[in-house]
């Protein structure tokens, strides 16, 4: 942990990283300017190129809303939330948010999922690149149709009416987050994705997808291999099988 923080806003975005020197500064300033106060604590696991330092020289400039979470070693995407989620719950938060570095995901829809939570009272708000037909950007249609697939197998599976289980962008009320032992989170690629989404369902939360357009990054290298969609397609057999009330604190 970089430093100790006082809460001075309500949402905390969640940005993790792995070798996103391009990208890192432009999506911290732009999330900044929102007309919406986002704090932000980015999650890198010690990027070799760099990542975490131009994170530090910008914490000099925005000392009371941006931190840095280092973490030894590269763990997966999963591990790298759960211990963004236990940071922003320990710094008492009352919405986190979650987005990738690389601009795949418009900053400006952050607003819209906190309003969504917030004001709408969701306990989950989605970035859907799937509620309003297919709003994917850049990709090869070989890519667009695993990924929309992906998301129709979860649905036959598990039977949650979630368009974009494999999504991102999600806003979680702390409320949420709070509830669930999060150690007992199993997965660690994109099947965390579908496994935060999954018992939200099943435990009968407020979930509400709102459409985004989403793009194919600019600049870096996107971190999807064979091994993470062979972890999804098996993980969600595994879930559909396990009592999800056992993940809830006593």
């Known amino acids: ?11 905390i975005v969640i940005i993790p990283t792995y070798n996103e020197k391009e990208n890192i500064e432009s999506i911290i300033r732009t999330v900044f300017s929102l007309p919406e106060p986002f704090d932000i604590l980015v999650v890198d696991d010690n990027s070799p190129d ?28 999963g591990r790298a939330y759960i211990a963004g989620f236990k940071w922003a719950l320990e710094h008492n938060y009352e919405y986190i948010l979650e987005m990738d ?10 607003v819209r ?24 950007m850049n990709w090869p249609l070989s890519r667009v149709l695993l990924s929309y697939f992906a998301s129709k197998y979860v649905n036959i599976i598990t039977g949650m009416p979630v368009k ?19 150690d007992k989170i199993s997965f660690i690629g994109y099947a965390f994705q579908i496994e935060m989404k999954y018992y939200a369902y099943k435990l009968g939360f407020k979930i509400k997808e709102i459409p985004i357009i989403f793009s194919e990054r600019q600049h870096g290298q996107s971190k999807m291999n064979k091994k993470i969609v062979f ?15 056992k993940l809830l604190k006593k």
């Open 113 to 136: 999922l906190l309003a969504t939570c917030r004001d709408d009272n969701y306990d989950l708000s989605i970035g859907s690149r799937y509620v309003s037909g297919i709003t994917v």
């Open 101 to 110: 570095a690389d601009f795949s995901h418009n900053p400006e829809d952050l």
């Open 50 to 77: 760099g990542t975490s330092d131009i994170v530090k020289s910008l914490i000099d400039e925005f000392p009371d809303n941006l931190n840095l979470l280092l973490r030894e070693k590269k763990e997966g995407l």
């Open 164 to 182: 974009d289980s494999t999504a991102g962008f999600v806003c979680y009320k702390a409320s949420f987050l709070s509830s669930i032992d999060l």
């Open 1 to 11: 942990m970089h430093k100790i923080f006082f809460v001075h806003n309500q949402a």
């Open 231 to 245: 972890e999804a397609m098996w993980g969600v057999i595994q879930m559909r099988f396990r009592n999800v009330k």
